[in-house]
Every structure is written in C-alpha cells, then in structure tokens.
C-alpha cells in the first residue's frame, strides 16, 4: 500500500541532497581559509642562497579588511614636485663723496671702517639668498687718491664692510666706471673678487666679457647681468672695447640666451639708466625693460636717478608665448652724501624666485623695504647710517608716502607686498586714502 503524503507547502529535500549541502557546508570554509592563506603567505618564498635577501620588488602586499577584501597599499615612492626658492635683495647706488668716506675714517684704529654704516640693515640683508648694489663709486686703490664728485675713487674698506654687511654681488657697469680710467676700472673688479664677492658689468679681458655670471643657490642657477647707458663720455679704450657691458638691445638678447643655454633658470639684469632725479620711468626705460622682459629677463632693477622710480609687473605675449617679469626702475640712493628727502630715501628690493618640478621659474612675491640714509652731526664730526625709514623719528607719513610711489604701478599691491601689511595697510594703492587711513 502507497504512503500516503500531505501538501504542507513546504519544499523537503530528498535525504540524499541534504548530506550532500551538510558536507559542502563543512568543506567550502575550510577552502577558504585555506585559500585566504596561499594569497597571503604564497608570494613570499625564502631567501635565496646566493643573494642571503629577499627581493621585494614584485610582491604585493595585502591585508585583510574587516569584509575579507584584500587591500593594495598605494605606492611610496610617489613624491610631491620639489620646490626651490631663492631670495633676491637689491639696493641702489653706492655713491662714496668725499665727506662719506672721510665719515669712516677711525683714528683709533687708523683705517676706514664703514661697518657702522650698514649695521641697522643687516639684518634685512642677511636674509638674502643673493644680495646685490651698485658700486657706483671705483674701488681702484689707494694710489689713485680717493675722491668724490665728478671722479670717485673709494678706499677698498668699503667692499669689506658691504660684504659683512650681507652683500654677496657688486654691479659696476655704471656711468663712473671709467672715472679712474680703464686699469682703474679693471682694479675695480680685481678688488671686488679677491674679497670673495661676485661681480659684473666690467670685463677684463674679451673672455671675461663674453662670460655669464652664473649663481646657484637652492638647486638654482640665476643669472646676473649688468649693462650702463654710457661712461661720462669717457670713451671705451680702443684696445678694450668690452671694458663696461653699455646697454644695446641686441648684445643683451644674446647675453640673455646665452645664459639660458648654459642652465640659467632665472636672468636677472641691472640697468644703469634713466633721468637723474626725476621719479618715473620715461617711456624709453619702459620700453627698454619690456624688451628684455620680453627677450628673457625674470627681474629688471634700475639704477642711475638717486630717487625711487616705481615697480611694475609687467606681462607680454610674444611669439614663443606668455612672458611675466617684474621691475624697479630705480632704487635711489642706497648711501651718498645727496641730502633732501627723495635722495636720501632709497630701499631694499626683495623677490623670491621659485621653480617647482620641471616648471620655469616665476616671481612668487616681492617686497619693498625703504631705506634712509641718516646723516648726524656731533661736535663737528659726520657720521652716516643707512636705517629702515620706519625708525626715523616721525617717520609714519613719509613710509606711507613712498610705499604709495613705489607701488602705484601695481594692481592690488597690498595683496602681493608684505610691506603694505607689515604697516598695517593691506589693502590697493588705489584704495590707499579710503580703506588704509580709514578716512571718508
């Protein structure tokens, strides 16, 4: 007699089928695990004999996550692009008139010491990766006499006190190289090198002429160059034409790609030019800067004037592309015997050059820092120091009179000048009056 069976509505496995599902239930993990444990361990092997290392370089390395999911740790070896930077610090003219030099004389100490001179700025200038002037004043030696104006001749004193002082580089092509004639003009240079200063703008030899000042700093080179619109009239010999690099486009460009072909990442030009004492760039200076910035240069600094000319960021597109650079078109006087407010009001230029990876170099900010060349008189004797012009009695007004001029050139300048905010004025020059003096 057939079993008689019920519909339940439920599904009931043959007893066959349910041994078979007990044991993969008991089988499968095991695998599993054992899996799990070839994947971990199974890459690894021993070391071998001959090398007495494991060699790591093709495992992969995986963890167990809380889902059992092996997770591939992200390579190491990846780095950020390597940033470098160099600090860039300029002045003006170094003018030595005679009652100067004859203010460093020590009679204790029979020498010329014009270390007292610089002492409040050094601290500033120790900052600097690269720290230039403009020796305008001929260093040509003692037996020349030493004299100020029209024919300066400085005693070599004053390299040694502008190296302690920070400075690193002296420009010399300026309009009194030749003042001490043409072997007055090569001692020059000769006396600035045997102090471990670099130097450019005179040459003496046609190699020396043809060279490229070339200064590596941080992993970057930069190139210093330095031309003067002429000598005074005094002519160039005719057996050394090369004598002081003079300003002409066309040599400059070649100088300019001649530095970039032996690795310069930057350029960097001093130009001896411009009006004397007039405060703005003629349109010739302009268009002389916009040229080279256009040919190559990163940083223009003027000269010549003895009074501040602004800066300006000046940007060009030119046939192989987009060109930036940035500009001072005169520093004025970084020390003279020039008295008046203008000409003893001078600065300290600062541009921070940077490169990132394989990137060109760009201007990552500037600053300005003006300067006043204090001249006191005690008991009948002149003495000369080159102080911040925020610590001259009284002061306020004029710092915000010359940050106003030097920077009027420059869109949203208290964005980009940390002396704007150092005085507490972050704001446009073309705000100034409204936003930083708080007025109506």
């Known amino acids: 007699m057939k079993r008689r069976t019920e519909h339940t509505g439920r599904f009931r496995c043959p007893p066959g089928v ?17 899996l799990y444990v070839g994947l971990l361990f199974g890459g690894r092997g021993e070391p071998s004999a001959t090398s007495g290392a494991v060699d790591d370089r093709n495992v992969m390395t995986v963890e167990a996550s809380t889902h059992h999911r092996p997770a591939i740790e992200p390579p190491n070896d990846f780095d950020a692009p390597e940033v470098r930077r160099v600090t860039v610090l300029a002045v003006g003219d170094v003018l030595l008139h005679l009652p100067v030099t004859q203010a460093a004389w020590d009679p204790k100490e029979s020498r010329y010491r014009f270390e007292p001179f610089f002492e409040p700025v050094r601290p500033i200038l120790k900052d600097g990766d690269i720290v230039m002037a403009n020796m305008e004043t001929p260093v040509a030696g003692a037996s020349y006499g030493y004299h100020g104006y029209p024919r300066f001749n400085g005693p070599e004193a004053i390299i040694d006190a502008l190296k302690w002082a920070g400075f690193n580089v002296l420009t010399t092509a300026n309009n009194h190289a030749l003042d001490q004639g043409p072997d007055g003009a090569s001692n020059t240079r000769t006396h600035i090198e045997a102090r471990g200063l670099w130097t450019t703008g005179i040459a003496r030899s046609a190699e020396e002429a ?5 200064i590596e700093k941080n992993g970057l080179k930069t190139a210093i160059l330095a031309y003067t619109y002429g000598t005074n009239g005094i002519p160039l010999p005719k057996d050394r034409p090369f004598l002081v690099k003079q300003i002409d486009p066309e040599a400059m460009r070649r100088d300019i790609t001649l530095a970039r072909a032996r690795g310069a990442d930057a350029v960097v030009v001093s130009l001896h030019f411009g009006t004397e004492y007039v405060d703005e760039p003629s349109a010739d200076q302009r268009n002389l800067v916009y040229g080279l910035i256009a040919d190559g240069a990163d940083l223009v600094i003027g000269s010549h004037p003895h009074v501040l000319q602004p800066i300006e960021h000046v940007a060009l597109d030119t046939p192989g592309g987009r060109r930036e650079g940035w500009v001072i078109y005169s520093l004025g006087n970084f020390i003279s015997d020039q008295r008046g407010t203008k000409r003893q009001t001078g600065g300290i230029f600062k541009a921070v050059l940077e490169k990132s990876g394989m990137n060109s170099v760009r201007v990552a900010s500037i600053d300005f820092i003006p300067t006043w060349a204090e001249l006191v008189t005690s008991a009948g004797r002149r003495t000369y120091r080159v102080i911040p012009l925020e610590e001259k009695d009284g002061a306020a007004d004029e710092v915000e009179r010359v940050l106003e001029h030097v920077f009027r050139y420059v869109e949203n300048a208290g964005a980009v000048m940390p002396a704007l905010r150092a005085i507490g004025r972050p704001c446009g020059v073309a705000e100034w009056s409204r936003l930083c003096r708080g007025g109506p």
């Not at 349910?18 to 695990?33: D, E, G, K, N, Y």
């Not at 043809?210 to 070339?214: G, Q, S, T």
């Open 210 to 214: 043809e060279d490229v000042l070339m």
């Open 18 to 34: 349910r041994f078979i599902a007990r044991w993969l239930m008991f089988v499968l993990p095991v695998a599993m695990a054992i």
